[in-house]
């Protein structure tokens, strides 16, 4: 079996990389100038190319060398229920999901909130950035500053964090907001 430095097989690379360009095994023996049998060998890690002949192939699926022994994971895009993180605190009636993992190595951090009845986020301290908020379910009493503002369900808002700020739910019902703080702060 023909492996990189990471033990990663070349030939199944090489066919993900086939498969990912939407190229059967004989367009890209044609297209590199070699048999459909020696591709098919070498994803079946049959057999193992030249460098000169890796470096073609490669080339007709559009990268190279450094890039396909690259360990560099692929940036993942879609995130999915079991991505999110959840914390809870009871005493002040919230739960906060983390939609995005680890987006504190971000630029912005977009969570999930919910407050039961009585609810209230916690206060943030003013900082650099920005903050927005759509309310998803019932509504909720942003505290920004001194001033005080309702936001219902289908409205946004949208603030430069330099005062102290948070969120409460003064209904009987629970609410829910996507909030996105630049940078993170959650």
Request: with cysteine.
């Amino acid at each position: 079996m023909a492996c990189n430095a990471s033990g990663i097989a070349i030939g199944t690379k090489i066919r993900d990389l086939r498969i990912k360009n939407g190229l059967t095994q004989e367009e890209l023996a044609n297209r590199s100038e070699l048999s459909k049998g020696f591709i098919s060998q070498l994803e079946s890690e049959q057999t193992s190319p030249s460098i000169a002949t890796l470096v073609d192939i490669l080339e007709c699926l559009g990268t190279n060398l450094k890039d396909f022994f690259s360990d560099t994971p692929e940036e993942k895009i879609v995130f999915t229920k079991d991505d999110y993180f959840t914390s809870e605190d009871e005493d002040l009636g919230k739960s906060i999901k983390w939609i995005v993992p680890n987006a504190q190595k971000n630029e912005m951090e977009p969570i999930l909130i919910t407050l039961l009845s009585g609810g209230v986020s916690d206060r943030h301290d003013p900082h650099e950035g920005e903050e927005f908020g759509y309310v998803l379910e019932g509504s909720v009493v942003l505290h920004l500053g001194e001033s005080v503002h309702k936001v219902k369900k289908g409205e946004s808002f949208y603030f430069d964090p330099k005062r102290v700020h948070y969120i409460e739910n003064k209904n009987e019902r629970p609410a829910k907001v996507l909030w996105i703080s630049t940078p993170p702060s959650f």
